[in-house]
């Protein structure tokens, strides 16, 4: 539905606010009109750049009198198109609230506004000798407010959990233009429900996250980072099953298959470690406190033939190149083709079950295509792309890639699994959320969605209808 | 053939040296410390030599017995054994010549292969001297290294492009950045190199007097950049860079 702007409203904001705070230049418009989706066409009305909570409260407001919808942005690297404005919107950018505060570091908190870039805020904290452990390949890109806001996971949930858990305070506009302290920078507080609970991946649907205090921990000690080789998604797990047990605590455990290097070579130029072909690569990064200990686990995994080959990054260097390899993969997926993207959580005792059945989805809606297949497989969660073939046009794929969705969601449901591990609910999965919310907790949904956005002014059309 | 490649212990370089207080040296104490990226590159030429012409490969190093760690990820990447000069404190490039030469004379090699320098104090030094020392051909700063027989071809990479020389062995080569890409150390290759003998020599016992000749005074930190300023207009930006910076 198409939003149609009172007389004047562009005007009222000019008027309102500093001369930089408001542009609807095309060029902004269709930038910070969408995420890394590439589904739908932006087109928002306007983009507003505010510096403050007091001129996000008072943006709100006028949006809220005006009935104008309002699409809350962050460093817009969502992939399920939560930040995507398609319809007229008001853009509500916090590019420019990237102001820290000094890390706190006997109550080992920060306060940051939402804009603050998630690598800043660890280059902010890392002076201090802690962090915030939220961590993933766009963290140069993303903001504290879009991690919070999507509940964001990424690469060390296996190790730190989800951003959920190392949020402590946060202060929320609500629809209405009303700012909200929710629980300030208390590690206990037990007085009711917890609202800032609410907001956390509500994806700009309930209220325009303006600041937060962060929970941090100290840096975690030397890290070692490991490659294997193994043939298939049943060998990642019961290498998985092994490390579980292994002598050291694991940081990351991830995996993708020989595709998805295929895509990063063509993108990246990076070479695998190994000089033959392998299926699948485990990367595990682990911080080990006794070397021998790790050392006698490794032999023990190339001893029961575990991997077919593996490596040890010897300097940071190599470290990084590592860890390149699995960090490319996203943004190679999507410079060299286009893929479909979903984003699936099982439980990982389950895992080996659902690859089994995957398989014959595969055989049976993609016989011929191209599947890149990677996760945080300790997590149990895979991203699964589907690479549209260059002799297929967008069109058709995308019917195509809708239809088997209702066959990927119904197998994940059989599973017990989510249809949206951490990259959100957005436009994009909207029609499936139901395969993992009942009738009655989609009816709750709404009803909060309700009580906290009446007119439905913020971010609708995402996550549910109303 | 048999190869005898050299490794330094330096700092990783992805971490930021810190000058001790009373600056007689940098901060090492618990920074993580790698193979000397140069020396890494001569590793994996050796290992790529040997794996065309067969032959052996050691590996040398001079430093505390910590420098076992970078001897050892040589010999996890596929050479063959070790040799450790025991020496705490610097060594300066001619000492080290002079150990390395030490070390040539009861090994006999038929190439040394160095790093063409060591990223912590830049010296690029103990190659040239070595073959100095040794009356043996050198061929530094080396892009591309072939084997044919006795006679060692080497492009170098000199000012204003490329020159292409080759001598018969025995000589000395040394590896610039784009002679090869060095290989991972595989997990069995690591498993592997805990178990391949390293020597360990003193530089007494290789009749090596190793008292520095160069003397470093003092190590200070280079001066804290100012802030940038931003100017509104060209007119300010001309006004200061002639008023205040002195530039024009």
């Known amino acids: 539905m198409e939003t149609r702007l009172p007389a004047n409203f562009i005007l009222r904001l000019r008027e309102e606010f500093p001369g930089d705070v408001i542009t609807t230049e095309p060029s902004e418009l269709a930038e910070y009109g969408r995420d890394w989706t590439r589904v739908f066409l932006p087109a928002p009305s306007v983009v507003a750049f505010p510096r403050t909570t007091e001129q996000v409260s008072r943006l709100l407001r006028i949006c809220s009198q005006a009935r104008v919808p309002v699409v809350p942005s962050g460093g817009r690297t969502g992939l399920a198109a939560g930040a995507v404005a398609a319809h007229g919107e008001v853009v509500l950018s916090t590019q420019r609230m990237n102001r820290m505060e000094p890390v706190d570091t006997l109550g080992m908190t920060v306060r940051v506004q939402a804009g603050a870039v998630t690598e800043a805020v660890h280059h902010h904290c890392a002076q201090a000798g802690l ?83 962060l929970k941090l921990c100290r840096l975690p000690g030397k890290a070692d980072v490991l490659m294997f080789a193994v043939p298939d998604v049943a060998a990642v797990l019961r290498l998985f099953r092994a490390a579980r047990t292994g002598p050291f605590t694991i940081n ?41 200990a790790l050392a006698a686990w490794l032999m023990k995994v190339m001893e029961e033939g575990l991997a077919t080959d593996g490596t040890m990054a010897q300097s940071s260097q190599q470290a990084s190149t590592l860890w390149a390899l699995r960090e490319a993969i996203s943004e190679s997926l999507s410079a060299t083709g286009m893929p479909h993207k979903n984003d ?123 | ?59 040398l190093s001079i430093g505390t017995k910590d420098t076992t760690t970078q001897i050892r990820a040589a010999l996890a990447m596929g050479a063959d054994r070790g040799i450790l000069v025991l020496a705490d404190g610097s060594v300066d490039p001619d000492a080290a010549a002079r150990l390395i030469k030490a070390v040539y004379e009861q090994e006999k090699p038929d190439l040394v292969v160095l790093g063409k320098q060591a990223i912590d104090d830049d010296s690029s030094q103990a190659g040239q001297l070595l073959a100095e020392y040794l009356g043996l051909p050198q061929a530094t700063f080396a892009s591309k290294v072939d084997v044919a027989g006795k006679t060692v071809t080497v492009t170098r990479e000199v000012d204003g492009g490329l020159e292409t020389i080759s001598f018969d062995m025995p000589g000395v080569v040394t590896a610039d950045l784009r002679l090869n890409t060095p290989r991972y150390a595989s997990l069995p290759g690591i498993m592997k190199a805990k178990k391949k003998e390293v020597k360990e020599f003193t530089p007494a016992a290789l009749g090596v007097d190793i008292a520095p000749k160069v003397k470093v005074l003092k190590l200070e930190e280079p001066k804290a950049r100012q802030a940038g300023q931003k100017v509104p207009d060209v007119a300010t930006l001309v006004g200061k860079l002639r008023n205040e910076a002195k530039a024009l």
Request: charged share 25%; glycine share 10%.
């Open chain 1, 131 to 213: 962090t915030w452990p939220v961590d993933f390949a766009s963290k140069g890109s993303s903001h504290v407010g879009g991690n919070i806001a999507t509940n964001a996971g990424g690469v060390r949930v296996i190790r730190y959990g989800l951003t959920r858990q190392w949020v402590l305070g946060l202060q929320v506009v609500t629809a209405s233009g009303d700012v909200l302290e929710l629980n300030g920078a208390l590690e206990k507080n037990n007085t009711g429900l917890d609202l800032r609970q609410l907001f956390i991946g509500s994806e700009g649907t309930l209220g325009v996250i303006a600041e937060a205090t």
């Open chain 1, 344 to 466: 699936v959580a099982l439980p990982i005792a389950g895992l080996e079950a659902f690859c089994v059945e995957l398989e014959q989805v595969f055989q049976h809606r993609y016989p011929g295509f191209e599947i890149a297949l990677f996760g945080h497989i300790g997590d149990g969660n895979l991203h699964i792309n589907i690479m549209k073939p260059d002799d297929l046009d967008k069109g058709p794929f995308l019917v195509r890639t809708r239809e088997a969705d209702h066959e990927l969601f119904a197998l994940v449901q059989k599973h017990r699994g989510s249809i949206s591990a951490e990259h959100g609910i957005g436009l994009l999965k909207k029609p499936y959320l139901h395969y993992s919310r009942t009738h009655d907790e989609l009816a709750l949904q709404r009803a909060v969605k309700m009580a906290l956005d009446p007119l439905n002014i913020l971010n609708p059309g995402k996550v549910l209808d109303v």
């Open chain 1, 252 to 292: 990351a455990y991830e995996f993708f298959t020989d595709r998805c290097l295929a895509r990063v070579r063509r993108h990246r130029n990076l070479a695998s470690p190994f000089s033959a072909a392998t299926g699948c690569h485990v990367l595990m990064e682990v911080e080990a406190a006794d070397p021998d």
């Open chain 2, 1 to 59: 053939m048999k190869i005898l490649v050299t490794v330094k212990r330096v700092m990783d370089y992805n971490v930021k040296p810190k000058v001790k207080p009373d600056g007689s040296g940098v901060v090492t104490d618990g920074v993580n410390m790698i193979v000397n990226p140069f020396d890494e590159i001569a590793v994996e030429e050796s290992l790529k030599l040997k794996e065309k012409n067969g032959g052996e490969v050691v590996v």
